[in-house]
Structures are given as structure tokens and as C-alpha cells.
């Protein structure tokens, strides 16, 4: 995923928060160039170019309530 269709996902997401899957959280972490790794109970995103940026998912496949910001 670029970072257009990631952006439009960004929006898709702010527009509607509830329902997505860790697959939609991966191709969008992707799509803004971070990578990731496997932590005990969370998926853990850090950015390629700013090491300081970085998130946990929790790796439940339904993320009821999540809103990226």
C-alpha cells in the first residue's frame, strides 16, 4: 500500500472507528512506512525514519472501538 491509499484508509478509519482488523492496521502502518514486531500480547509499529514514533496493537483480530488519531 502507498501513501495515498494509506492516507484514504487514515480517513475511512476516522470517518467510521469501529470494526477494523489487525490486517487494516498493518496495511496502514505500512502504507506510513513503519514496521513492525511481534510483542507478548501487542503488534508494536515503530517508523523507519523516526525511531521515537511508535504504537502497540493489541493483537485481538477484532479491535472493537479503535480510532487511530
Known amino acids: 500500500m502507498n501513501g495515498s491509499a494509506a492516507q484514504k484508509l ?3 478509519m476516522r470517518n467510521s472507528p469501529r470494526g477494523w482488523n489487525q490486517t487494516d492496521f498493518e496495511h496502514l502502518f ?3 512506512e513503519f514496521q513492525w514486531r511481534e510483542g507478548k500480547k501487542h503488534r508494536i509499529y515503530i517508523h523507519t525514519k523516526f525511531k521515537d514514533l511508535s504504537i502497540s496493537v493489541p ?3 477484532s479491535l ?3 480510532s487511530p488519531s
Request: net charge positive; no cysteine.
Open 30 to 32: 505500512n502504507g506510513f
Open 59 to 61: 493483537r485481538r483480530n
Open 64 to 66: 472493537k472501538g479503535s
Open 10 to 12: 487514515l480517513e475511512r
